[in-house]
């Protein structure tokens, strides 16, 4: 069963890099990895892989960037978002991206790590405006399942962002 899942993933993967990336780069905003080969494992070599051009850029986690330059990047990397969640539902399903598997867009399961995580926090001390926050979160989970699904990155961070040379995103 184990193979199983993981040569689902694996062709998962190869479908989303060889058909779904492509798509994407033509569209988006910003510069994404667009595959130029997608390699599948075989008795030679066991790992599927991918292949694409050199993005330029140096990542944001690597440059000591100004409050100035950090506001800079905001507008363009709000626009690639904003591409992202315009994608229509029937747009997103026709791609083969994975679902939301650790459910990242579920209101109730992270309300519910949020409370786990508050409860840990105040038994052991860790932080002092627990209830301030706490009902602050709170206050956020209301109404968040009447949102609407939308395509997002599910892994977005400051290693994900490329700088180019006149600290531009």
């Given amino acids: 069963a184990e193979d199983g899942i993981r040569d689902d ?18 569209m988006s905003p ?6 130029l080969y997608v390699g599948q494992a075989n008795e030679d070599f066991p790992w599927s892989f991918y292949g694409h051009h050199i993005l ?8 000591a960037l100004s ?18 969640h315009d994608i229509s539902l029937e747009e997103a ?12 867009s579920s209101p109730e399961k992270n309300a519910e790590k949020c ?12 932080f002092d405006p627990v209830d301030e926050l ?4 709170e206050t956020c989970f209301k109404g968040a399942e009447k949102i609407m699904p939308a395509l997002c990155h599910g892994d977005l961070y400051v290693r994900h962002l490329l700088i180019d040379d006149e600290r531009q995103l």
Avoid: M, Y
């Fill in 9 to 26: 993933l694996v062709t998962g993967v190869q479908t989303v890099c060889s058909s779904d990336l492509p798509k994407l780069a033509s």
């Fill in 30 to 35: 910003l510069a994404i990895p667009k595959p």
């Fill in 56 to 63: 330029k850029g140096t990542t944001a986690c690597r440059l």
């Fill in 67 to 84: 409050e100035v330059e950090r506001v800079a990047i905001a507008r363009p990397l709000a626009h690639f978002l904003r591409f992202l």
């Fill in 93 to 104: 399903q026709a791609f083969s991206l994975p679902e939301d598997e650790i459910f990242r």
């Fill in 115 to 126: 409370r786990v995580n508050f409860k840990r926090l105040v038994k052991e001390k860790l």
């Fill in 134 to 137: 706490h009902a602050e979160l």
